[in-house]
């Protein structure tokens, strides 16, 4: 069994920062790429951004809606994921989700959810 556990999430005044965490735990053989996606009430989910495995092929990935005010990151070795939430406005409010791709030591590889974390950014 795999658990996704996000923490970090609050009430940010807007230009304020917060910093998301989500760690992996479990039958983990490897992780090929964890992910952040985020829905606000009344709408979709949507993607925020993507890393990779590091080495050769590793990369990251935000959505234009975030670049330049949002950064994502990896520690491998603590098989976590951290999404660094810089000039936040009240439009990013919504529920933060963690996401992984995660072959399992049955030999599974399937996508992880974790349970969420609320971000608002209010004055």
């Known amino acids: 069994q795999v658990q996704l556990v996000e923490s970090g999430g609050g009430l940010v005044q807007p230009g304020g920062s917060l910093r998301l965490s989500c760690a992996a735990s479990?039958?983990?053989?490897?992780?090929?790429?964890m992910a952040w996606y985020r829905q606000a009430p009344g709408k979709l989910r949507e993607w925020v951004a993507t890393?990779?495995?590091?080495?050769?092929?590793?990369?990251?990935n935000v959505a234009d809606s975030v670049k330049g005010r949002f950064s994502i990151s990896r520690d491998g070795a603590k098989n976590t994921v951290y999404l660094q939430m810089n000039s936040l406005k009240p439009e990013d409010t919504a529920v933060y989700y963690c996401n992984a791709d995660i072959t399992g030591t049955g030999g599974d590889r399937r996508d992880y959810w974790g349970q969420g974390t609320q971000v608002t950014v209010s004055s």
């Open positions: 890393v990779t495995a590091g080495g050769v092929g590793g990369s990251l």
């Open positions: 479990g039958s983990i053989f490897s992780i090929y790429a």
